[in-house]
């Protein structure tokens, strides 16, 4: 069987703060294909990282893709400011967004991919009526807010779930999971379905930080 493309996406949320030219660089060299980017506004989320001025400076820094995850309530109000600050995937929650279809339309026509992340508790079926709209579909495999979790096993009965939605709608979204992802459990998560493997912990904390995007890139 041919091997399946796996995108890995470092999350910046790891990284030293303190040296993040150097950060983003080594994530340029890397094998990595997308940058994953987390906002946490305190409120959605019992936490808070960083936001646009980061952002906008990392991007410009960055050759890759820019996936910014919103974890922030009413993400509709930023979105033109995140297209500004270069995000090229934005993700929202759907347990963010009470309007999620209008969301979706206002990230597409600011000329971004749209993305919609789903938290560990949250059933696939809610995305069944914009399945076909979106071009991301992120599975939180911890609770969203800080990194360095473990991975939550039911996880991979779910990220089958969405498969046979995606399949079932003729639809072409991604499926990039995030949150506990080693290179242990990597394979079993693509073997479930996973298309992008977000990694924070695994990958910033590694001594040779490269080599493990590699080895996840090859699981
Ligand atoms: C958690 C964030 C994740 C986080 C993952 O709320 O969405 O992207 O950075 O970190 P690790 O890979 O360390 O679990
Ligand atoms: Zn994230």
């Known amino acids: 069987m041919e091997k399946k493309h796996v995108i890995v996406a470092p999350s910046l949320l790891a990284a030293n703060f303190l040296e993040l030219a150097k950060e983003v660089d080594m994530v340029n060299r890397s094998e990595a294909e997308w940058l994953h980017l987390d906002v946490m506004d305190g409120r959605f989320v019992p936490n808070i990282s960083f936001g646009l001025p980061v952002i906008s400076q990392v991007t410009r820094r960055a050759s890759k893709v820019c996936d910014v995850h919103l974890m922030i309530e009413h993400p509709e109000q930023y979105a033109e400011a995140f297209q500004k600050a270069g995000a090229h995937i934005l993700t929202v929650h759907a347990e963010a967004c009470v309007h999620l279809h209008r969301n979706i339309q206002q990230i597409k026509s600011l000329g971004m991919k749209a993305g919609v992340a789903l938290n560990p508790h949250t059933p696939v079926q809610i995305l069944e009526n914009v399945i076909r709209d979106i071009d991301v579909v992120l599975v939180m495999s911890v609770n969203p ?74 699981v």
Do not use: M, W, Y
């Open 145 to 218: 807010g800080f990194g360095g979790q473990t991975f939550i096993p039911q996880t991979l009965p779910k990220l089958r779930r969405l498969r046979a939605l995606i399949n079932e709608h003729q639809a072409h979204a991604l499926i990039e999971v995030d949150g506990g992802i080693t290179v242990d459990n990597a394979a079993g998560i693509v073997e479930a379905g996973a298309d992008v493997l977000v990694a924070g912990n695994t990958v910033f904390s590694a001594s040779n930080p490269e080599a493990i995007i590699k080895q996840l890139r090859n």
